[in-house]
């Protein structure tokens, strides 16, 4: 039995609950779960991002090849001179040959590589999706590339007469297709990069009207 007499101890007040940190289920602190939107929030960023680089391999390599059909048409239509071998000289076949011949073939290459500039900036400019800085570079290597290529097969399928050619009384032979300033290969890439900055001032847009990923 209970003693009446005992004196009564007031029961201990119940102490407040404090909830701890609360624990997310992609860990501590409230971080967000892999996988989750905000995770995901810099996904199409990267993918900008490695169109940009695929894009711009693409147009280095397109243009690259370009060269080929740009050095073909050099070989075509440049100027050269040629000779008649006789038993004491190499004379000229229709009259004597100009000095200005030789620097004739760099102006051409430099006209050809300023056309296939011309049309690279255009194109390239027109491929919405990969405007920006990766498309300007890519613009840039490759049209410097596909003066390169242009300039090699030129000399490959225009190579200046032998010594066994010259020792050959009455053979005709034509003088070589080469460069004798490399300034020329320049021109490509001036022209390109000249379009494509034009169409980027003139276009109103801070984004270049660039299309986004679908």
Same mark, same amino acid.
Request: charged share 10%; hydrophobic share 50%.
């Given at each position: 039995m209970t003693d009446p007499?005992?004196? /009564?101890?007031?029961?201990?007040?119940?102490?407040?609950?404090?909830?701890?940190?609360?624990? $997310?289920?992609g860990g501590a602190f409230g971080w967000p779960p892999p996988g989750s939107p905000a995770v995901r929030a810099g996904a199409p960023w990267l993918a900008d991002v490695r169109r940009d680089l695929r894009g711009a391999l693409l147009t280095v390599l397109v243009l690259a090849v370009s060269?080929?059909?740009?050095?073909?048409?050099?070989?075509?239509?440049?100027?050269?001179?040629?000779?008649?071998?006789?038993?004491?000289?190499?004379?000229?076949?229709?009259?004597?040959? $100009?000095?200005?011949l030789f620097m004739a073939d760099d102006g051409v290459l430099a006209l050809v590589l300023a056309g296939l500039g011309l049309v690279a900036g255009l194109v390239v400019w027109f491929l919405r999706r990969h405007r920006g800085v990766a498309a300007l570079g890519a613009l840039t290597v490759g049209t410097a590339a596909a003066g390169v290529v242009a300039w090699q097969l030129g000399r490959l399928l225009g190579p200046g007469p032998t010594k066994a050619d010259l020792a050959h009384v009455g053979a005709r032979v034509t003088t070589s297709l080469d460069l004798n300033t490399p300034v020329?290969?320049?021109?490509?890439?001036?022209?390109?990069?000249?379009?494509?900055?034009?169409?980027? /001032?003139?276009?109103?847009?801070?984004?270049?009207r660039r299309d986004q990923p679908g």
């Open positions: 007499n005992a004196p /009564s101890w007031p029961a201990p007040a119940s102490q407040p609950h404090v909830p701890g940190p609360q624990v $997310s289920p060269g080929l059909l740009a050095g073909l048409l050099w070989w075509q239509i440049a100027p050269r001179a040629h000779f008649k071998v006789t038993t004491d000289d190499v004379v000229a076949i229709g009259g004597p040959v $100009s000095n200005e020329a290969l320049v021109t490509g890439p001036f022209v390109a990069v000249l379009v494509y900055v034009v169409a980027a /001032s003139l276009t109103p847009d801070d984004q270049l």
